[in-house]
């Protein structure tokens, strides 16, 4: 038989109500965090680093990925200070390789991170999801940020559906409508103003995907080196949703993102953290043939389900369940894993996480993260844990 996959849980430090005592009762033996008190694009103290380290094993767990070092939008934008903040990321990633922490995994997503109109969902069994609704969205960009030129990115119907949510909401919805799309970075509490938003959108207005793609290329081209020389696996993350928003370009969308990413630094430290999710909301990604043809450079695991609709909306699905065939998803994965065991690759039990999870029963009664929720993600740890064991006991004797 072959490693498992490392089976890892989020956790968003000391405050989150998720605790580590809890994730050490899901089967879950490693820790994916980041020190989010550290503002974007200064350097996190080594003694920061240890601290924290040292608290998650004294649960027992292992810190097994950084998620995320995040990127200064003057590195995106090719801002005054796109030196100083990678000086800053690259000091990050010493300190980090100095405690022992290998992956890192990070995005370019201008501005936003992932993005949803909806954080309570309600599902038929009573349980609540995610969700990006593109009525709603297109009411956002529309009528309430009024953006410039935002009609030529929606047809006359896609205009005439968002009208028509705009209509049906009340204030409180429409400010809760807002505080949603415009939430800031995962494990902060952050909410960008309407006036704040209009000004990180001025900054973009020359910068296009070709260029964003330039910006990136030259972030990878200083960084990449200096990770491969500390023993650093770099993982980008896919744009989430994976198409443009807002009038911000979206770069790592696609299998063909990905590839001209792995180009822009060829090296074993320049590689891919596979969100099932985001690139599962867009049909035209073939996630098994993704891993099939991408999978040596794969270092990190998002493993989770969107139930697309014909409109472009989604939401977050069961994780066995929604538009992606995780069967397929997990054997491809599972056969790169025998690819590496036979290369006499040491990477073989790549670190695995249940991504977001589904707000059930008891998980309401603590505030959590948005879909970071105790017993919902436990679930999908148990169902893909099970899906992983019984492929390998079929597929590999």
């Not at 390789?97 to 936003?112: E, K």
Request: hydrophobic share 40%.
């Amino acid at each position: 038989m072959i490693d498992n996959l490392e089976q890892t849980f989020r956790w968003f430090g000391p405050n989150d109500a998720v605790t580590l005592n809890a994730i050490a009762q899901t089967g879950a033996t490693g820790i994916v965090t980041a020190l989010h008190d550290i503002p974007c694009g200064e350097v996190w103290p080594l003694e920061a680093i240890k601290e924290r380290k040292a608290l998650i094993e004294n649960a027992g767990l292992k810190w097994s990925v950084v998620e995320s070092v995040n990127i200064h939008e003057d590195i995106k934008t090719a801002g005054p200070l796109r030196e100083e903040k990678i000086q800053h990321y690259i000091a990050t990633l010493k300190h980090l390789a100095a405690s022992g922490i290998r992956t890192v995994c990070y995005n370019f997503m201008p501005v936003l991170d992932w993005t949803r109109t909806h954080l309570d969902y309600g599902l038929s069994n009573g349980a609540s999801a995610l969700r990006y609704d593109a009525p709603a969205l297109a009411a956002f960009d529309l009528f309430i940020l009024a953006r410039p030129g935002a009609f030529q990115d929606f047809s006359e119907a896609a205009q005439l559906a968002a009208k028509i949510y705009l209509e049906g909401l009340s204030a409180d919805e429409k400010d809760q409508l807002v505080s949603t799309i415009l939430a800031g970075l995962p494990g902060t509490d952050e909410v960008f103003t309407i006036d704040q938003f209009r000004a990180h959108l001025e900054r973009y207005q020359s910068i296009g995907a070709a260029a964003l793609k330039a910006n990136l290329q030259y972030f990878l081209r200083a960084i990449i080196p200096v990770a491969e020389a500390l023993g650093i696996n770099m993982c980008i993350h896919p744009d989430d949703p994976p198409f443009p928003i807002l009038g911000l370009p979206r770069v790592v969308c696609t299998e063909q993102d990905l590839l001209e990413v792995l180009n822009m630094c060829p090296s074993p430290s320049n590689g891919i953290t596979l969100c099932t999710g985001s690139l599962g909301a867009n049909p035209a990604n073939d996630l098994p043939g993704i891993v099939e043809r991408l999978g040596s450079h794969i270092h990190f695991l998002h493993l989770r389900n969107v139930c697309r609709e014909p409109d472009g909306s989604f939401y977050e699905a069961e994780h066995l369940a929604g538009s992606t065939d995780m069967y397929l998803v997990m054997k491809a994965i599972i056969l790169e894993q025998q690819r590496r065991k036979d290369q006499g690759r040491e990477d073989i039990a790549i670190p695995m996480r249940p991504d977001h999870g589904h707000l059930l029963w008891t998980d309401r009664n603590f505030n959590t993260y948005p879909g970071y929720s105790l017993i919902g993600r436990m679930k999908g740890l148990a169902e893909l844990r099970g899906l992983e064991m019984g492929i390998k006991r079929t597929l590999i004797a």
